[in-house]
């Protein structure tokens, strides 16, 4: 069965440095999404993607943070410098349309700001 | 703004009916999803109901959809131990790109 598959699994990484969380969505999949979760905390939507640009984006998505679909396959979030505060579980997912009952979630990346 | 709450917790015994339940405020949301969360794994998406249906069954599932209250429930029956994991609410509100409204989960526990 597809799936969306999201590595790693877990990232530490040191305040103010960079990460990228990485995605492969399901690969007829035309939208693509980021979400992520804090602790103890709801599923909040970051960023919607389509035909190479965003669609919609939050209001947590601010400069921070940037997406991109560098080679057809991946799907990226880059953070571009860390806080503490950005620490959670990040979802990819992908769906064929966007009514979102096609959303397939990937496992998810586990980021620890230290 | 948009928003969906539910119950945090859940215990029943194995073989029992789990009823999770959900609230939400946006009225004009076209679709409301349930999905379930295993541990260490992603969210998969259990079923949904189209907002001018009241109620869905899916095998032991069922979805009560309650429009004037806004509120949605999810029947489990004869809820079995592999049904343990945390149960997300959630809502695709009108206009949306496909981006999902969630609630904070119900974690759901069966005991033997």
């Known amino acids: 069965e597809p799936e969306v598959t999201q590595t790693p699994s877990h990232q530490v990484t040191q305040m103010g440095q960079e990460v990228i969380l990485r995605c492969v969505p399901i690969s007829n999949h035309l939208y693509f999404y980021w979400y992520r979760q804090i602790l103890g905390q709801k599923v909040e939507f970051l960023v919607s993607f389509y035909n190479n640009e965003i669609s919609e984006k939050s209001e947590i998505f601010d400069d921070q943070f940037s997406v991109e679909r560098p080679d057809g396959s991946n799907f990226t979030l880059k953070i571009r410098s860390t806080k503490l505060e950005d620490s959670a579980m990040y979802f990819c997912?992908?769906?064929?349309?966007?009514?979102?009952?096609?959303?397939?979630f990937g496992q998810g990346t586990r980021l620890t700001v230290v | 703004g948009e928003d969906v709450e539910q119950s945090l917790f859940l215990s029943v015994r194995e073989g029992d009916s789990s009823v999770i339940n959900c609230t939400y405020t946006?009225?004009?949301?076209?679709?409301l999803y349930w999905y379930k969360q295993e541990p260490g794994a992603g969210l998969q998406l259990l079923t949904y109901?189209?907002?001018?249906?009241d109620m869905k069954q899916d095998q032991r599932l069922t979805v009560l959809l309650n429009k004037k209250d806004k509120h949605l429930s999810l029947r489990i029956a004869d809820t079995q131990t592999g049904d343990s994991a945390i149960y997300f609410c959630?809502?695709?509100?009108?206009?949306?790109?496909?981006?999902?409204?969630f609630g904070k989960g119900t974690k759901l526990s069966v005991k033997p």
């Open positions: 959630a809502e695709s509100p009108v206009g949306s790109q496909g981006n999902l409204i």
């Open positions: 946006d009225s004009s949301s076209t679709y």
């Open positions: 109901i189209f907002s001018n249906m």
């Open positions: 997912a992908s769906s064929e349309g966007t009514k979102g009952t096609e959303a397939f």
